[in-house]
């Protein structure tokens, strides 16, 4: 964290404390230079005529005004142009990156006064949710991760009052992005941890300890277990390592005694939880290798999402499973042309052992649809070729159930944790087709993202719904945006709390 935050819905009777700043928020429209009087009488500000002409001005954006006689120390103005290049993010990503700019200054207090809701109704569905993306944009960008720094700067404390048309509602969105943001929180720490001091073993105990008090069971399979189970993807991409693999199982049951009104109460979210993978005997080029600690990306959305979930009592049934293993170079790897066999039976023949997502992830989805579940969604860093196709911020989005497809592409816009759908037609299975097992791990360079989705679907129970989101992409660091540019990202966590927050 940058800042030991204190997050409230700012009072009506504003006290400015010493060290405060007061960012407010200024819709362009045609009377802008009546309003802009009207800001500065009511701040008691003394605008010189280069400030007035910049902020005015077609390029101007935002000024800041000292105010030698405090109270607050000083207000800065921010323009938000209504047009068709403002996003759901815009006020998310720039009070992400203002935060962070804020670590230079000994600011205590910090007053954001939220434009109002009228002039972004047609952008978004509610005035909460409205008001939920600037908590969000503030928690994202307090985000830092320095735990293996040996000097690490003494947090601050920053008060941060959020002064919105409806009180009532700015509460309740402090309170709903907290619980949420937690979750990405948590993902984030786990997706950033290096792969040296996470592996299975440890991953899955770092998630044990995290639910300790949270109603949420786990259950842990070992590597005994994994075998007994016969997981033969998860084994064999495990048995490469000195660290074993894990299948970590997270039970939720937010319907105990309560009832739901949604068609889909029993949800099912797969995880890959790859802790470290080095391309195993296919081994990948050392450019970049290091992002692979992020490859259990996957694994840290489940976990986050659920804690999330749980914490803010949603009425749902959720089952996490997250198949965990090191893919590691020794002796005992996993070779190419290799032929194994998944927990239904299918033999798999092993063309690519850097095609191991899919491996692990293919017994955790026959575990997964043997739950009989209403839904099950998959997430994994499976494919460089999902970034080639969308690029780095859009997640690519498999599934044969358009209902399904168009709400998560729904609920991706709304959050802008965006998904494109991407085909599932059967003539893509050819690709998977192996002369000596049931199927093949890799079906070629060209539409690798599809076969690899193609691929999972074996391992599916075909009467439910499924969608597999290959968030290679997002989950790593990007420049898209502000809260996205040095750490992992915790993709996918706000996602799916608001698709199972819908119902």
């Known amino acids: 964290m940058l ?49 007035k002409k910049t902020f005015l001005s077609k390029n101007g954006g935002e000024i800041g005004i000292p105010k030698p006689d405090g109270k607050p120390d000083e207000v800065i103005l921010s323009k938000v142009s209504v047009n068709e290049k403002l996003t759901v993010d815009y006020f998310r990503n720039h009070l992400a990156g203002f935060i962070q700019q804020l670590v230079k200054e000994e600011v205590r207090h910090l007053h954001i006064f939220l434009p109002k809701y009228i002039s972004f109704k ?41 002064h919105a048309e409806d009180d009532f509602k700015m509460k309740a969105a402090i309170k709903s992005a907290s619980i949420i943001m937690e979750g990405v929180g948590f993902a984030r720490d786990l997706q950033n941890e290096p792969g040296i001091t996470l592996p299975p073993a440890e991953f899955a105990k770092r998630i044990k300890e995290h639910f300790s008090n949270v109603n949420v069971k786990i259950k842990v399979f070992d590597e005994k277990e994994i075998r007994k189970r016969k997981m033969g993807g998860l084994a064999a991409v495990g048995m490469g390592s000195e660290n074993p693999p894990r299948m970590i ?27 470290f993978d ?11 290798m290091g992002e692979m600690k992020a490859d259990m990306s996957g694994a840290a959305v489940v976990a986050g999402t659920i804690l999330s979930a749980a914490k803010a009592k949603l009425p749902i049934n959720l089952i996490g499973i997250i198949p965990s293993a090191e893919n590691m170079l ?9 032929i194994i066999f998944a927990s239904n039976g299918k033999s798999i023949e092993v063309e690519d052992t850097d095609a191991e997502g899919r491996l692990v992830l293919a017994d955790a989805l026959v575990y997964a649809s043997n739950q009989k579940p209403d839904v099950i969604i998959d997430l994994a860093t499976l494919t460089g070729h999902v970034v080639v196709a969308l690029g780095e911020f859009v997640a690519g989005s498999f599934t044969k159930n358009q209902m399904l497809s168009d709400q998560l592409y729904r609920t991706g816009l709304k959050t802008f944790e965006r998904v494109w759908p991407m085909p599932m037609w059967d003539d893509f299975n050819d690709a998977n087709k192996s002369d000596v097992a049931d199927v093949k791990n890799y079906g070629g360079r060209w539409g690798g993202a599809v076969h690899a989705a193609k691929f999972l679907e074996n391992f599916v129970d075909k009467k439910i719904p499924w969608a597999h989101l290959d968030i290679a992409g997002p989950a790593i660091a990007n420049n898209s945006s502000n809260y996205s540019k040095k750490y992992m ?14 119902g």
């Open 249 to 275: 199982i997270l039970e939720y049951n937010g319907l105990k005694g309560r009832s739901s009104k949604s068609q889909r109460k029993n949800i099912a979210l797969v995880g890959k939880g790859i802790t």
């Open 330 to 338: 020794s002796g005992k790897s996993l070779r190419p042309g290799d």
């Open 3 to 51: 800042f030991k935050l204190n997050l409230n819905s700012g009072e009506k009777k504003i006290s400015y404390k010493p060290f405060s700043i007061a960012l407010k928020y200024v819709v362009e429209e045609k009377k802008l230079e009546e309003s802009l009087v009207q800001i500065t009488n009511v701040f008691n500000l003394k605008l010189t005529e280069l400030k």
């Open 278 to 288: 080095s391309g195993g005997i296919s081994i990948k080029p050392s450019q970049k």
């Open 489 to 502: 990202t915790g993709f996918g966590v706000r996602l799916l709390f608001e698709f199972l927050r819908q």
């Open 122 to 162: 047609d952008m978004f569905d509610s005035e909460e949710y409205f008001y939920q993306t600037f908590v969000e944009g503030i928690l994202y960008g307090n985000y830092s991760f320095n735990d293996f720094k040996s000097e690490k700067n003494e947090l601050r404390n920053l008060s941060i009052y959020f």
